[in-house]
C-alpha cells in the first residue's frame, strides 16, 4: 500500500477521512496509560493476602478502570458556549445543533443564553473594571479535600470547583480571594440598580426598541446591531398581533441573541417563526430534534451532534447510519457554500470509535410499509368499473410485492451459496440459523408469518438477528451464558452439599414440625437450604432467559416446520455434532433438541468476524415470475369486510371470488372519501355503515345468555315508535337496531359535542394518559350515551374483521377519550390558555391534536351529500346498504369545523362551496323543526 492510497487488496483500511485521527488515537492511549499508572499505585497502597496476592480482584481493577475513564471523557466533553464559540471563530455559523430530547432543546438554549450573559459581563461593568478579568485570568493556588463534582455547569472557569473545598484564586496583582465569596460579591454587584439600564425590559415598554437596549444583545449575542433591530421589530409586531400566544421574556430574550429551539412540542406558530429567521440569517443556532433534519428547508454551515446514541424500545442505543448521514447532510447551503461541516461531539459515554462505528456500518434496506386500507380498497373498486383486475394489478406493482419476489431469489440464492459454504461445521450451523431468523423477521413484518405479526414478535427475531449477524455482540452473549450456567452449577453443588448433610445427620428431621421441636443448628441448616434453593431458582430464570437459551429455543422451534431451511437446519447440527463426537466431546446425539450449553459450544468455537444480513434486498431488476403477493389477500379480505358492512354490493357472481363484480354504494363511497387510516370503523362509529349481512350473530350469543338469566339492559333512554314485541321489530336485525339508534344519539349532539366524539374516532392515546373510566366520567350525558353505542358498534366490526382474517395493524379501531374534554371545551369556545392548562401537555402536541380533529371535521363535512330517506330509522324497513353520513351528522361536524377553525389551529384549508343540496338539506331541516314545534305545542 502507497503512502496516502488505499489499495484494493487491502479491506480493511477505512475510506480517507473516516480513520482516527492520531491526535485522538494518541490522547485515548495517553488516558489509559495515566488510568493504568493510578490503579496501579492504589493496588501497591493495599494490603496483600497470605499467598502475595492483592485484595483488589481483577473484576475490581476492570470496574476502577471503567469509572476513571469515565471521569476521563466527562472533561473532554465541550461545553456548548466551547462549541459556538469555535464555530463562530472559524465562520462556521449558522447551525443546527440535533439534540434527542424537547426539554433537553429547551435546556440548551436556555444555558446558551445565559453563557453568553455572564460572559460579557464585566466588559459592561463601571466598577471593579479588572477584578474579574483577573480572577478569570489567575491560578488557582489552594486545593481542599472533598468529592469533585464531576459535572461541568458552564464553561466561564477553566477548572472544577469542588464544593466541600475552600478554593483560593490569586489575581495578577498578587491579591488572593475566596473564588466562591468573590462569585457572590460579582454577583451581587452586578445584579445592583446600577446595571439595571443593561437588562432586557418587557416587550410592551418604550424602551424595548431602544438603541441601548438593541446594543446590549448585539454585544453579547450572535447577530450584530442592524440583525438585531430586524429581529426585535418582527418580535414586537408577533407578540402585539399574537397576545394568546405570545412568546415569553426568556424566548424574546433567546431569540434577540440569535438562538431558537425547533421541535414538536413547540407551537407550529412559533416554529414557522423560527424557521423564518433561520432562512433570512436572523437566527445563528438552532436546537433542535432529529426531524428536523428531513422536510424543512433550513439551511445551515454545520450541523452539530450532540449524542451518538438515543433512547429506543431496548434502552440507549447507537444511531443508525442512515440517521447520522441525513442530520449530516444538513450542513451545506445551496448556493451559498462550496462545503458544509458536521461536528459529531463526544460524550461521557461515546467516543471516536463509537463515531467511526456508525459512520460504516451498512446502511439498513428500505422496508416497504405499503399496506391495504378501506379507502384504497372503494377507489379501486371504483376505477376498475366494478372488477377487480385493476385492484390486483396495482397492489402487485407496488414496492411490497417487489420485495417478496427479491426474498424468494434472495433465500435460493443464499441457500446455493451455503451448499458451497467450507467454513467449519459450527459456523454452517450459524449461518443456516441466522437466514432461518432472517427470512421469519420479514415474513413477520410482511404479516405472512405462521408464528405471529405482533410487534413483540419482529422486535424479538430483530435483536436475535442482530446478534448473529455480529461477532461480538455474539461472543458477548456467549460469555454471559456461561457466566450465568457457571454460577447456577456453582448454586446447584452448595444445594447438594448441603442436603447431604442434612441427610447424614444421625436422626432425621421432621420438616413437617414446628421449629421450636427442632434444635437451633438444625433450623439453620434448613434455612440454609431453603435459601439455597431461591439462589437456584434464580440462576435456573437467568440461564433460561439469557439470549443464547433463546436463540436455542427459536432454533428447535424452527427445525419442526416442514419446509427447506428447517431440513438444512437439521443437516447443519448433525454435521456439528458428528464433528464434535469426533473429536471425543460428549454432546447430545443425532436427532436430539438443541441445549442452550450445546448452542454457546458452537458459538465459542466458531469464528468471531461480522455475518452480516444475507437477505438484505439488492437493486436488480425485479423478476417477470408471478407471484401471490401477501398484501392481494389482506385486500380480499378488505372487501368481504366491505361487502358484509353494505359499501360494496355484488352486482354479478362468478365461480371465482376475483371475478365478480360489485358497485358502491353511498356509504361505500364516503368510505372511499375520508383520509382516516381505518375509515370504515370512522363511518360505523356515526352510523353510516353496519354489519348488513350479519357475519356478527355470534356476537349476540352471549347477550341472549344474558338475557336467559334475567339480565336486560336498559332501554328507557328513549321508546321506540314501534313496540318490541311486534313482529316487524323483530324482524329487523339488531345490527341495524344499533346502528339507528346510534344515528339519533348522536343527532341529539352538539356540534362541540360532535368535536369531542369525533377526536376519539381518530387521535390516539397519548403515553401517560389517564383510565378509561375517568376519561368517561368526564364526558357529557350526551356524549357517554353515543360511546356505549359505539362500543356495540366497535364490537361487531372487530367480530366481522377476525371473521375474514383482516390483519388487527389494517383493521385497528380506536374510541380514546383522553382527549374527548379537551376538545370539546376549545370547540365550545374557551380560550387558548384555558384548554392549555386543561390538558396539562405541551402546546405543539396540543395544536397537533386539535389539527387532527379539526381535520377530520373537515372530511366528514366534505363528504358528499345524502339526503335522508323516509324509511331510514322506521323501524320497519330492513336494509341492504350502507345510507352513508347522515345529513345532520353531517351538518354538526361542519359546524364544529367551524368552531374549531380559529388561531392557533386555524387550518388553511376552506369548505367546498354550499351546493344546492346542502341549501335544501337546510331548508327541510328548518321544516322539520318548525313542524316537531307545533307538535310540542299541540301537545302541550
Known amino acids: 500500500k502507497e503512502k496516502g492510497k488505499i489499495t484494493a487488496d487491502d479491506n480493511n483500511v477505512l475510506p480517507r477521512g473516516l480513520e482516527l485521527h492520531p491526535s485522538l488515537q494518541s490522547s485515548l492511549e495517553r488516558r489509559l496509560a495515566s488510568i493504568d499508572r493510578r490503579i496501579q499505585k492504589i493496588v501497591e497502597r493495599e494490603s496483600y493476602d497470605d499467598y502475595g496476592g492483592s485484595f483488589i480482584s481483577g473484576r475490581e481493577k476492570r470496574r476502577m478502570k471503567d469509572n476513571m475513564l469515565k471521569s476521563e471523557l466527562k472533561k473532554s466533553v465541550p461545553s456548548i458556549f466551547t462549541l459556538i464559540k469555535r464555530l463562530r471563530d472559524n465562520d462556521l455559523l449558522p447551525a443546527i445543533f440535533f439534540i434527542f430530547s424537547r426539554k433537553g432543546c429547551d435546556n440548551a438554549a436556555a444555558i446558551l443564553t445565559d453563557s453568553l450573559k455572564n460572559a460579557d459581563e464585566p466588559k459592561e461593568k463601571d466598577k471593579m473594571p479588572n477584578i474579574k478579568k483577573k480572577y478569570r485570568k489567575g491560578k488557582k493556588i489552594g486545593r481542599g479535600k472533598g468529592r469533585a463534582r464531576g459535572r461541568r455547569t458552564s464553561n466561564t472557569n477553566d477548572w472544577d470547583l469542588n464544593e466541600d473545598e475552600l478554593a483560593m484564586v490569586q489575581d495578577v496583582d498578587g491579591r488572593n480571594f475566596r473564588a466562591d465569596l468573590l462569585d457572590q460579591l460579582l454577583s451581587d454587584d452586578f445584579d445592583s440598580s446600577d446595571s439595571d439600564r ?16 438593541i446594543q446590549y444583545y448585539a454585544d453579547i449575542g450572535l447577530l450584530t446591531f442592524d440583525e438585531v433591530k430586524k429581529v426585535a421589530f418582527r418580535v414586537l409586531k408577533f407578540n402585539m398581533e399574537n397576545e394568546e400566544i405570545e412568546f415569553s421574556n426568556e424566548t424574546v430574550e433567546q431569540i434577540l441573541c440569535g438562538i431558537g429551539s425547533h421541535h414538536a412540542g413547540l407551537l407550529p406558530a412559533h416554529k414557522a417563526f423560527t424557521e423564518t429567521l433561520y432562512r433570512l440569517e436572523l437566527m445563528k443556532v438552532v436546537f433542535a430534534t432529529e426531524t428536523l433534519a428531513a422536510g424543512i428547508n433550513m439551511p445551515a454551515r454545520t450541523t452539530v451532534i450532540c449524542s451518538m446514541a438515543k433512547r429506543g424500545d431496548k434502552g440507549m442505543e447507537l444511531l443508525e447510519t442512515s440517521n447520522m448521514l441525513q442530520m449530516a447532510g444538513r450542513a451545506g447551503r445551496r448556493g451559498m457554500d462550496t462545503q458544509g461541516a458536521c461536528v459529531v461531539a463526544a460524550t461521557p459515554f461515546e467516543g471516536p470509535e463509537d463515531a467511526i462505528t456508525i459512520l460504516t456500518n451498512e446502511i439498513k434496506p428500505v422496508i416497504s410499509q405499503f399496506t391495504p386500507s378501506f379507502a384504497l380498497a372503494v377507489n379501486l373498486v371504483e376505477r376498475g368499473n366494478g372488477k377487480l383486475d385493476l385492484a390486483r394489478s396495482m397492489v402487485q406493482k407496488s414496492f411490497a410485492a417487489w420485495e417478496s419476489r427479491q426474498r424468494e431469489e434472495e433465500m435460493e440464492s443464499a441457500m446455493g451459496v451455503m451448499d458451497q459454504d467450507n467454513g467449519s461445521p459450527e459456523d454452517q450451523f450459524l449461518n443456516v440459523l441466522q437466514l432461518a431468523l432472517e427470512k421469519e423477521l420479514i415474513e413477520a413484518r410482511a404479516g405472512t408469518s405462521p408464528t405471529g405479526t405482533s410487534k413483540g414478535k419482529i422486535s424479538k427475531l430483530a435483536a436475535l438477528v442482530d446478534i448473529l449477524a455480529d461477532g461480538k455482540k455474539l461472543k458477548k452473549v456467549s460469555k454471559r451464558h456461561s457466566g450465568c450456567a457457571q454460577m447456577l452449577e456453582l448454586e446447584e453443588s452448595t444445594l447438594k452439599y448441603l442436603e447431604r448433610e442434612l441427610r447424614e445427620r444421625p436422626d432425621e428431621v421432621d420438616l413437617g414440625l414446628p421449629a421450636e421441636f427442632v434444635d437451633d443448628e438444625k433450623v439453620e441448616l434448613l434455612k440454609e437450604i431453603k435459601t439455597q434453593r431461591h439462589r437456584v431458582l434464580k440462576g435456573e430464570r437467568e440461564v433460561n432467559d439469557s439470549m443464547i437459551s433463546v436463540i436455542a429455543k427459536v432454533a428447535n422451534n424452527r427445525m419442526k416446520a416442514d419446509d427447506e431451511t428447517a431440513e438444512a437446519l437439521k443437516n447443519t447440527l448433525a454435521l456439528a455434532r458428528e464433528s464434535l463426537n469426533s473429536e471425543g466431546s460428549s454432546l447430545l446425539q443425532e436427532g436430539g433438541i438443541l441445549e442452550p450449553g450445546e448452542l454457546n459450544f458452537y458459538v465459542k468455537n466458531c469464528s468471531k468476524k461480522n455475518r452480516g444480513p444475507m ?5 436488480s431488476a425485479p423478476s417477470e415470475e408471478n407471484s401471490e403477493d401477501e398484501n392481494w389477500s389482506q385486500t380480499l379480505a378488505i372487501l368481504n369486510v366491505l361487502e358484509s358492512y353494505g359499501c360494496i354490493v355484488k352486482s354479478t357472481e362468478s365461480e371465482s371470488a376475483e371475478r365478480n363484480t360489485y358497485f358502491t354504494s353511498p356509504g361505500g363511497s364516503h368510505v372511499g372519501g375520508l383520509g382516516m387510516d381505518n375509515s370504515l370503523w370512522t363511518l360505523t362509529a356515526l352510523g353510516g355503515a353496519f354489519d348488513v349481512a350479519y357475519e356478527s350473530a355470534e356476537l349476540d350469543k352471549f347477550q341472549d345468555a344474558l338475557s336467559f338469566l334475567g339480565i336486560e339492559e336498559d332501554n328507557n333512554d328513549e321508546e321506540d315508535d314501534i313496540e318490541e314485541d311486534s313482529d316487524d321489530f323483530v324482524n329487523i336485525p339488531k345490527p341495524q337496531r344499533e346502528s339507528e339508534k346510534l344515528v339519533r344519539d348522536l343527532c341529539e349532539l352538539s356540534a362541540s359535542e360532535m368535536a369531542g366524539y369525533v377526536s376519539a374516532l381518530v387521535i390516539d392515546a397519548p403515553r401517560q394518559a389517564d383510565s378509561a373510566l375517568a376519561s368517561f366520567q368526564k364526558l357529557t350525558y350526551n356524549q357517554q350515551r353515543v ?12 367480530e366481522v374483521q377476525r371473521k375474514f382474517s383482516l390483519d388487527e395493524s389494517i383493521g385497528k379501531s380506536q374510541l380514546e377519550l383522553n382527549s374527548c374534554d379537551v376538545v370539546t371545551r376549545w370547540a365550545a369556545g374557551d380560550s387558548w390558555s384555558e384548554v392549555l392548562e386543561m390538558s396539562g401537555t405541551a402546546p405543539g402536541d396540543l395544536v397537533r391534536t386539535l ?9 366528514l363535512g366534505n363528504v358528499p351529500f345524502i339526503a335522508a330517506r323516509g324509511f331510514d330509522g322506521d323501524g320497519v324497513t330492513i ?21 374549531m377553525d380559529r388561531y392557533p389551529v386555524k387550518d388553511i384549508m376552506p369548505f367546498e362551496e354550499a351546493t344546492e343540496e346542502d341549501s335544501e338539506e337546510a331548508t327541510s331541516e328548518e321544516a322539520e323543526e318548525e313542524k316537531e314545534n307545533a307538535v310540542d305545542a299541540e301537545i302541550a
Not at 851 to 859: E, N, P
Open 787 to 798: 360511546v356505549q353505542g359505539a362500543l356495540l358498534s366497535m364490537e361487531r366490526l372487530n
Open 879 to 899: 336494509r341492504t346498504e350502507a345510507s352513508g353520513l347522515h345529513p345532520r351528522i353531517r351538518a354538526l361536524c361542519r359546524e364544529a369545523a367551524a368552531e
Open 615 to 619: 437477505l438484505a434486498l439488492t437493486t
Open 198 to 213: 443593561f437588562k432586557p425590559t418587557g416587550v410592551y415598554d418604550d424602551s424595548f426598541l431602544s438603541d441601548e437596549n
Open 851 to 859: 389539527s387532527r380533529c379539526l381535520d377530520a371535521l373537515k372530511q
